[in-house]
T-cell receptor, first 116, second 113 residues
Framework: EAGVAQSPRYKIIEKRQSVAFWCNPI?????LYWYQQILGQGPKLLIQ????????DSQLPKDRFSAERLKGVDSTLKIQPAKLEDSAVYLC??????????????FGEGSRLTVL | DAKTTQPTSMDCAEGRAANLPCNHS???????VYWYRQIHSQGPQYIIH???NNETNEMASLIITEDRKSSTLILPHATLRDTAVYYC??????????????FGTGTLLAVQP
Protein backbone atom coordinates (compact mmCIF):
# COMPACT_ATOMS: atom_id res chain seq x y z
CA GLU A 1 0.00 0.00 0.00
CA ALA A 2 1.43 3.36 -1.03
CA GLY A 3 1.89 5.87 1.77
CA VAL A 4 1.11 9.56 1.95
CA ALA A 5 3.04 11.37 -0.77
CA GLN A 6 4.24 14.95 -0.37
CA SER A 7 6.17 17.31 -2.59
CA PRO A 8 8.46 19.09 -2.74
CA ARG A 9 10.62 17.69 0.07
CA TYR A 10 12.59 20.90 0.38
CA LYS A 11 11.91 24.49 -0.61
CA ILE A 12 13.88 27.67 -0.01
CA ILE A 13 12.25 31.03 -0.74
CA GLU A 14 12.70 34.69 0.09
CA LYS A 15 10.25 36.36 2.45
CA ARG A 16 7.17 37.76 0.75
CA GLN A 17 7.36 35.11 -1.97
CA SER A 18 4.73 32.42 -2.33
CA VAL A 19 5.01 28.64 -2.07
CA ALA A 20 2.72 25.66 -2.53
CA PHE A 21 2.90 22.16 -1.11
CA TRP A 22 1.11 19.13 -2.49
CA CYS A 23 -0.17 16.05 -0.72
CA ASN A 24 -1.65 12.83 -2.04
CA PRO A 25 -3.16 10.77 0.80
CA ILE A 26 -3.50 7.02 1.02
CA UNK A 27 -6.11 5.82 -1.44
CA UNK A 28 -9.57 5.80 0.05
CA UNK A 29 -8.73 7.96 3.07
CA UNK A 30 -11.42 10.56 3.37
CA UNK A 31 -9.81 12.59 6.16
CA LEU A 32 -6.75 14.69 5.42
CA TYR A 33 -4.73 16.91 7.76
CA TRP A 34 -2.02 19.53 7.33
CA TYR A 35 0.34 20.10 10.25
CA GLN A 36 3.09 22.67 10.73
CA GLN A 37 6.15 21.60 12.71
CA ILE A 38 8.60 24.27 13.78
CA LEU A 39 12.05 23.06 14.82
CA GLY A 40 12.04 21.69 18.35
CA GLN A 41 8.25 21.60 18.66
CA GLY A 42 5.56 19.02 18.12
CA PRO A 43 3.38 19.20 15.01
CA LYS A 44 0.62 21.80 15.13
CA LEU A 45 -2.63 21.17 13.27
CA LEU A 46 -3.37 23.77 10.60
CA ILE A 47 -6.40 22.35 8.81
CA GLN A 48 -8.48 19.18 8.59
CA UNK A 49 -10.54 18.07 5.59
CA UNK A 50 -13.28 15.48 5.40
CA UNK A 51 -13.53 14.61 1.71
CA UNK A 52 -13.49 18.04 0.04
CA UNK A 53 -14.96 19.94 2.98
CA UNK A 54 -13.09 21.80 5.73
CA UNK A 55 -13.78 20.39 9.19
CA UNK A 56 -11.39 22.53 11.23
CA ASP A 57 -9.22 25.45 10.13
CA SER A 58 -9.19 27.32 13.42
CA GLN A 59 -5.36 27.34 13.59
CA LEU A 60 -4.78 28.31 9.96
CA PRO A 61 -3.43 31.89 9.54
CA LYS A 62 -5.96 32.73 6.87
CA ASP A 63 -4.40 36.04 5.93
CA ARG A 64 -1.52 34.19 4.30
CA PHE A 65 -2.27 30.46 4.32
CA SER A 66 -4.84 28.69 2.18
CA ALA A 67 -5.57 25.06 1.49
CA GLU A 68 -7.87 23.17 -0.80
CA ARG A 69 -8.90 19.65 -1.58
CA LEU A 70 -11.13 20.20 -4.56
CA LYS A 71 -11.90 16.62 -5.58
CA GLY A 72 -11.62 15.11 -2.14
CA VAL A 73 -8.36 13.34 -2.94
CA ASP A 74 -5.11 15.30 -3.14
CA SER A 75 -4.62 18.63 -1.44
CA THR A 76 -2.56 21.78 -1.80
CA LEU A 77 -1.36 24.10 0.96
CA LYS A 78 -0.30 27.58 -0.12
CA ILE A 79 1.52 30.36 1.70
CA GLN A 80 1.39 33.86 0.25
CA PRO A 81 3.27 35.98 1.20
CA ALA A 82 5.71 33.96 3.28
CA LYS A 83 7.25 35.28 6.48
CA LEU A 84 10.44 34.23 8.23
CA GLU A 85 8.42 32.53 10.97
CA ASP A 86 6.83 30.21 8.39
CA SER A 87 10.09 28.27 8.19
CA ALA A 88 9.00 24.79 9.26
CA VAL A 89 8.21 21.30 8.08
CA TYR A 90 4.71 20.95 6.66
CA LEU A 91 3.31 17.50 7.29
CA CYS A 92 0.34 15.95 5.59
CA UNK A 93 -1.54 13.05 7.17
CA UNK A 94 -4.57 10.98 6.26
CA UNK A 95 -6.94 8.70 8.10
CA UNK A 96 -9.40 6.06 7.04
CA UNK A 97 -13.07 6.46 7.90
CA UNK A 98 -15.91 4.10 8.52
CA UNK A 99 -15.18 0.52 9.47
CA UNK A 100 -11.55 0.86 8.37
CA UNK A 101 -10.91 3.62 10.86
CA UNK A 102 -8.67 2.65 13.77
CA UNK A 103 -7.88 6.23 14.67
CA UNK A 104 -4.40 5.92 13.22
CA UNK A 105 -3.06 8.85 11.24
CA UNK A 106 -0.63 8.10 8.45
CA PHE A 107 1.92 10.84 7.88
CA GLY A 108 3.98 11.77 4.87
CA GLU A 109 7.66 12.62 5.17
CA GLY A 110 6.93 16.34 5.11
CA SER A 111 7.97 19.37 3.10
CA ARG A 112 10.72 21.45 4.69
CA LEU A 113 10.35 25.18 4.04
CA THR A 114 13.12 27.69 4.66
CA VAL A 115 12.22 31.38 4.35
CA LEU A 116 15.19 33.74 4.00
CA ASP B 1 -8.78 16.73 24.86
CA ALA B 2 -6.86 16.07 28.07
CA LYS B 3 -3.34 17.44 28.48
CA THR B 4 -0.35 15.11 28.81
CA THR B 5 2.98 15.54 30.57
CA GLN B 6 6.13 13.72 29.45
CA PRO B 7 9.81 14.00 30.39
CA THR B 8 11.78 16.06 27.91
CA SER B 9 14.40 13.40 27.31
CA MET B 10 15.52 9.92 28.34
CA ASP B 11 18.44 7.62 27.67
CA CYS B 12 18.35 3.87 27.27
CA ALA B 13 21.05 1.29 26.64
CA GLU B 14 20.76 -0.72 23.46
CA GLY B 15 19.11 -4.08 24.08
CA ARG B 16 17.47 -2.97 27.30
CA ALA B 17 13.82 -2.11 27.78
CA ALA B 18 12.87 1.51 27.34
CA ASN B 19 10.05 2.68 29.61
CA LEU B 20 8.53 6.00 28.61
CA PRO B 21 6.10 7.54 31.11
CA CYS B 22 3.17 9.81 30.41
CA ASN B 23 0.92 11.61 32.84
CA HIS B 24 -2.67 12.37 31.83
CA SER B 25 -4.38 13.06 35.13
CA UNK B 26 -7.35 14.88 33.57
CA UNK B 27 -8.25 12.10 31.15
CA UNK B 28 -11.96 11.50 30.61
CA UNK B 29 -13.67 8.14 30.49
CA UNK B 30 -14.07 8.17 26.72
CA UNK B 31 -10.54 9.32 25.90
CA UNK B 32 -7.96 6.97 24.45
CA VAL B 33 -4.19 7.12 24.97
CA TYR B 34 -2.21 7.14 21.72
CA TRP B 35 1.52 6.92 21.21
CA TYR B 36 3.36 8.10 18.13
CA ARG B 37 7.04 8.48 17.47
CA GLN B 38 9.01 10.68 15.11
CA ILE B 39 12.39 9.64 13.86
CA HIS B 40 14.60 12.49 12.68
CA SER B 41 13.50 13.97 9.32
CA GLN B 42 10.47 11.71 9.07
CA GLY B 43 6.77 12.16 9.75
CA PRO B 44 5.26 10.81 12.97
CA GLN B 45 4.54 7.09 13.06
CA TYR B 46 1.74 5.39 14.98
CA ILE B 47 2.88 2.95 17.67
CA ILE B 48 -0.05 1.84 19.79
CA HIS B 49 -3.20 3.02 21.54
CA UNK B 50 -5.45 1.90 24.38
CA UNK B 51 -8.45 2.82 26.48
CA UNK B 52 -8.04 1.07 29.83
CA ASN B 53 -6.60 -2.36 29.20
CA ASN B 54 -2.93 -2.99 28.60
CA GLU B 55 -2.11 -3.43 24.96
CA THR B 56 0.74 -5.09 23.08
CA ASN B 57 1.69 -5.19 19.44
CA GLU B 58 4.80 -5.99 17.45
CA MET B 59 6.35 -2.64 18.26
CA ALA B 60 5.59 -2.01 21.92
CA SER B 61 3.46 -2.52 24.99
CA LEU B 62 1.21 0.06 26.59
CA ILE B 63 0.55 -0.13 30.31
CA ILE B 64 -2.29 2.08 31.59
CA THR B 65 -2.77 2.48 35.33
CA GLU B 66 -6.06 1.40 36.83
CA ASP B 67 -7.14 5.01 37.46
CA ARG B 68 -6.05 5.84 33.89
CA LYS B 69 -4.18 8.92 35.06
CA SER B 70 -0.86 7.73 33.68
CA SER B 71 0.59 5.25 31.23
CA THR B 72 3.91 3.78 30.20
CA LEU B 73 5.09 2.84 26.75
CA ILE B 74 7.52 -0.05 26.81
CA LEU B 75 9.94 -0.88 24.02
CA PRO B 76 11.11 -4.32 25.18
CA HIS B 77 14.51 -4.41 23.47
CA ALA B 78 15.55 -0.95 22.35
CA THR B 79 17.76 -0.60 19.29
CA LEU B 80 19.60 2.40 17.90
CA ARG B 81 16.78 2.77 15.35
CA ASP B 82 14.36 3.47 18.21
CA THR B 83 16.07 6.81 18.85
CA ALA B 84 13.23 9.26 18.24
CA VAL B 85 10.80 11.70 19.83
CA TYR B 86 7.89 9.84 21.41
CA TYR B 87 4.54 11.58 21.73
CA CYS B 88 1.80 10.59 24.17
CA UNK B 89 -1.58 11.94 23.08
CA UNK B 90 -5.00 11.67 24.65
CA UNK B 91 -8.10 12.09 22.54
CA UNK B 92 -11.73 11.13 22.33
CA UNK B 93 -12.31 7.90 20.49
CA UNK B 94 -11.22 7.56 16.91
CA UNK B 95 -14.41 8.06 15.02
CA UNK B 96 -16.05 11.20 13.82
CA UNK B 97 -15.12 13.86 11.37
CA UNK B 98 -13.77 16.21 14.02
CA UNK B 99 -11.28 13.72 15.45
CA UNK B 100 -7.76 15.11 15.47
CA UNK B 101 -4.39 14.63 17.14
CA UNK B 102 -2.95 17.41 19.28
CA PHE B 103 0.79 16.94 19.77
CA GLY B 104 2.86 18.15 22.72
CA THR B 105 6.64 18.33 22.70
CA GLY B 106 7.17 14.62 23.47
CA THR B 107 10.11 12.72 24.95
CA LEU B 108 13.39 12.45 23.08
CA LEU B 109 14.58 8.88 23.61
CA ALA B 110 18.27 8.41 22.92
CA VAL B 111 19.32 4.77 22.68
CA GLN B 112 22.99 4.43 23.51
CA PRO B 113 25.23 1.70 22.05
Amino acid sequence: EAGVAQSPRYKIIEKRQSVAFWCNPISGHATLYWYQQILGQGPKLLIQFQNNGVVDDSQLPKDRFSAERLKGVDSTLKIQPAKLEDSAVYLCASRATGTANTGELFFGEGSRLTVL
Amino acid sequence: DAKTTQPTSMDCAEGRAANLPCNHSTISGNEYVYWYRQIHSQGPQYIIHGLKNNETNEMASLIITEDRKSSTLILPHATLRDTAVYYCIVRVGYGGATNKLIFGTGTLLAVQP
